[in-house]
Structures are given as C-alpha cells and as structure tokens.
C-alpha cells in the first residue's frame, strides 16, 4: 500500500547543503533544477548528450557549470539526478564511476531503481525521485511543480534526505515500495496522457459540424476543469455526472446511434467507459439494479 504525506516548505534539513547536478537535461530536468535553484538549494552542474540541452539548464542558475561529460558532474556533485531517457538509464550509469557515499537518483516513474545497481555496487546511495507532474512546458511545469506529488523509493539515510528535498520544493510526498514502480506510471497515465486521447476524440466529433480544435476545447476545458475540481472536492465515484450516473438509458442509446453513424472505431472505448460508470454509480447507490442492468444490456447488445 502506498503511504502518502502532505508536507510544506521547510528550512534548512538533512540533504539541503548538497551541491546537486543533473546528468540529462531535458524538460524534466530543466524544471527540477531550476526550481531547486528558485527555493535556495545549490544546482552546481549539468551535462547532456546535447551540449545546448546543458547550456540552457545552466544558463538560469548562477554558478552552475554546463559540463562537456556526465563523468564531471558524477566527480564534482553530491546528488545526482540522472534524468537522461529510461533507456539510456543504466547504460548511463554503468559507464561512470562513482563515488562511496554519492548520492544517485532518476527521475523515472516506470524504471525500477536497480538500474542504478551500478552506482550502487560502488558504494553510492540509490533511489528515485520522481514529480507527478507533466513537463511538456518546462516554464508551466515550473509553475505547477509546488504542490504536487513527489514519489520517493530509497533506503535510509538517502530517503530522510530525499523527504526534505520534496518538501523544501513545497511538493508532497508519496512513498512506493519496491516492485512497483510500472503500475504506479500505468495509474498516472489515466491521470495525465488518457486525458489527451480522450479530448482528442471530442474535437473530432466537434469538426464534424465545422469547429476548430480551439474551438472545441473553449468548450470543453472547463467542462473538464469543473469535473476534476468536483472529484478532488468529493471522489471520483461520489461527483461522477453524466446520464449514467442518473439512470438515463435514453441518452445513453442515442450517443449509441450517434457515435455508430460517425466513427463505429469510438463505440468499444465508449462502451467499456459506460460500463465502469455503471459500476461506479450503482456502487454509490446512484442508480438501483434494475437499472444497471438495463445500461448492461443496452451496451452489450450487439450492433450491426
């Protein structure tokens, strides 16, 4: 089970005096440092397969040096960040050495931490660090980072110094044991990208009568936007809205024919979406059997 902590900004705690560095530096990393520079900690050095990549972490951060190799940072630097690609993560490591008592952290939150067992076996402390957050725009990303959710697996006495890092950047923490890593990603998905491809499929049925997509989602983002803020005020199960969360069959078998006559290819993910709300509705106590049931077979019978 997951244990979660809710922490705010603290002073001066276990791992704030370290000089940090990032092997990688791309938009994650972008972010990372430069806020971690923002609350006072010190960002000394980067490096990247890019040069550039390097050049703009570096270039927001007085007194940090953009290095030609990771093996500077890896010598120079007390933590580590290594924020390269999940693929590139244990070659990366393995290719370095590394010192007793170093601090070795990625940022990924599929990749199991024995990718650092490189670093590891060198006497260095390993673990992950990985912000429940999205960074396709470093500077909203830097914007959005306090406040969410920091995910930290390491033994002691690296975890300590991780807590106070996340909490120092105003984040909560959430810890995860071992082993499940993949599945943690797996659930931020359905918060993060799912989201995407289902608002894909709604502009799509917006341009069938002629809107734009900047249309379409100044329609729908607030209609989003209030969802998220009823399920974070009363669960995901207790604020669902829609038809089927009233019983509403009629509405239901008419998005049914509508979706059949504009792309027969939406019918399965709208069913199975159907079918969990039904769950989720009769569970609440919103809609009585009989009328789950009668959903049930409205979305399973077959269609021509």
């Known amino acids: ?32 440092a430069w806020h971690s520079h923002a609350r006072g900690l010190r960002v000394t050095a980067a490096a990247s ?7 703009a972490l570096a270039a927001r951060i007085p007194g940090c040096a953009a290095h030609g190799t990771a093996q500077a940072v890896a010598d120079q630097c007390d933590l580590i960040f290594v924020t390269t690609p999940d693929a590139a993560l244990e070659a990366t490591v393995s290719a370095l050495r590394w010192r007793a008592g170093t601090r070795v952290v990625h940022c990924s939150g599929a990749t199991e931490i024995t990718v650092l067992r490189a670093a590891a076996a060198a006497g260095a402390l390993t673990g992950g660090f990985h912000p429940m957050q999205t960074f396709a725009d470093p500077q909203t990303a830097l914007e959005k980072l306090p406040g969410c959710t920091i995910t930290i697996e390491a033994a002691a006495p690296l975890d300590a110094e991780l807590i106070a890092l996340a909490r120092h950047l105003g984040c909560r ?41 900047s249309e379409a989602l ?79 077979q409205l979305l399973t019978a077959p269609r021509h």
Not at 3 to 14: E, K
Not at 49 to 55: F, H, L, Y
Not at 231 to 240: E, H, K, L, T, V
Not at 267 to 293: F, H, K, S
Request: glycine share 12%; charged share 10%.
């Open 49 to 55: 397969r890019t040069p550039a990549s390097a050049q």
């Open 218 to 296: 100044q329609a729908l983002m607030p209609l989003a936007q209030g969802t998220l803020a009823a399920i974070a005020s009363g669960g995901a199960a207790a604020s669902m809205p829609g038809p089927v969360s009233r019983g509403d069959t009629g509405s239901v078998a008419q998005h049914l024919h509508a979706l059949g006559g504009f792309d027969p290819g939406t019918l399965p993910l709208y069913t199975e979406l159907c079918l969990r709300t039904v769950d989720m509705a009769q569970e609440q106590g919103r809609i009585n059997t009989a009328r789950a049931a009668s959903l049930r």
């Open 1 to 32: 089970m997951l244990q979660q902590t809710v922490s705010s900004p603290s002073g001066q705690a276990a791992g704030l005096s370290l000089n940090i560095g990032f092997i990688g530096a791309g938009r994650l990393a972008r972010t990372l």
């Open 173 to 213: 923490i959430n810890h995860l044991p071992p082993g499940t890593r993949a599945l943690y990603h797996a659930a931020a998905g359905y918060a993060s990208q799912f989201i995407n491809a289902l608002l894909a499929d709604a502009v799509k049925m917006w341009a069938s009568w002629g809107a734009s997509e």
